[in-house]
């Protein structure tokens, strides 16, 4: 079956750097484009932008222009999130999301940001 | 940025009955294919979301056809018949036609 399957929960400091997978099954990778998505504890959902799996062009949302960076290893079916100089506001859920349908999500990777 | 406008922000009703949410956005949906990419997700407690709807109507696969979508342009609506205990939760409506992508903030559905 379709799945995308993220990295585990991340506990970091302000300033330091993390990189969060999202690795795809159960399809042809560079067939759908790739969404990222936050979400603050108790908040809604908020677009990062997205990743085109055929070219590896990235396109970010105005907000997260600056400290992320998406990439991929195509031979590995597998997307990335990589969030520098992380700040305290970085703590949240980020999620991986299929296509321009949003037809599959990753179970969400944990991120908590704190001195 | 697309706007989404997403009502009402919670409901609590009955197992068994019928609920509708709206979505309305500030511009057109219509993408130059001629199809509208507005998508309905449900986020369970604790879970990631979970698309019920994509392009206005169509059913996810999996989806009970208890859900059904309608709508046009920049008018939206999801109907749930017959809510069921596993329908809890917080729906999002979300347009993928215009960059950046938008999402509704939410209706919470709780049950009585």
């Known amino acids: 079956q379709i799945q995308l399957v993220q990295s585990g929960p991340e506990l970091k400091k302000p300033g330091e750097s993390l990189k969060i997978s999202c690795k795809a099954s159960?399809?042809?990778?560079?067939?759908?484009?790739m969404q990222w998505v936050k979400q603050a504890p108790g908040k809604g959902l908020q677009y990062m932008g997205w990743?085109?799996?055929?070219?590896?062009?990235?396109t970010y949302a105005d907000d997260f222009k600056e400290r992320f960076v998406f990439s991929l290893e195509t031979s590995a079916s597998t997307a990335y999130l990589q969030i520098n100089n992380l700040k305290n506001e970085d703590t949240a859920t980020y999620f991986c999301?299929?296509?321009?349908?949003?037809?599959?999500w990753g179970q969400g990777a944990s991120v908590t940001v704190s001195s | 940025d697309v706007v989404m406008t997403q009502t009402p922000p919670s409901l609590s009703v009955a197992i068994g009955q019928s609920v509708s949410i709206s979505c309305k956005s500030s511009?057109?949906?219509?993408?130059?294919?001629?199809?509208?990419?507005l998508h309905w997700l449900l986020q369970s407690p604790g879970r990631s979301p979970k698309r019920l709807i994509y392009?206005?109507?169509n059913l996810g696969s999996g989806v009970p056809d208890r859900f059904s979508g309608t709508g046009s342009q920049k008018d939206f609506t999801l109907k749930i018949s017959r809510v069921e205990a596993e329908d809890l939760g917080v729906y999002y409506c979300?347009?993928?036609?215009?960059?950046?992508?938008?999402f509704g903030s939410g209706t919470k559905l709780e049950i009585k």
């Open positions: 999301a299929r296509g321009l349908d949003l037809g599959t």
């Open positions: 159960g399809y042809t990778f560079t067939d759908y484009a």
């Open positions: 990743i085109n799996t055929q070219t590896g062009k990235p």
């Open positions: 511009q057109s949906l219509v993408y130059s294919d001629g199809k509208t990419y």
């Open positions: 392009q206005v109507s």
């Open positions: 979300a347009q993928t036609t215009h960059f950046p992508l938008t």
